[in-house]
């Protein structure tokens, strides 16, 4: 779960339906990428940084955090 991402997604009020927008996808895609069942490209998490966070660190948005085996962002 990107619980970073999900924090300054509700501070902010973007949906997920905002998110899939600015990734080129589907609203169920983007759940599914911050629900941790499938993970952002690295383009994805540019992206999002870029048009909606640009106050915010790629590194701190997407952070999995030291417990987490699932999500984050797919290099290459």
């Known amino acids: 779960m990107m ?3 999900q924090m300054a997604m509700n501070t902010k009020n973007i ?13 169920k895609t983007a ?4 629900e941790g ?4 490209t690295f383009g994805e ?3 999002i940084a870029e048009n909606l966070f640009p106050e915010y660190d790629l590194r701190y948005l997407f952070d999995r955090g ?7 962002v797919t290099y290459g």
């Open 15 to 27: 949906s997920a339906r905002a998110l899939a927008q600015v990734m080129g996808a589907t609203e």
């Open 31 to 34: 759940r599914n990428k911050l």
């Open 45 to 47: 998490a540019l992206a």
């Open 37 to 40: 069942i499938t993970e952002f």
């Open 66 to 72: 030291i417990n987490e085996k699932k999500g984050g």
């Open 3 to 5: 619980k970073n991402l």
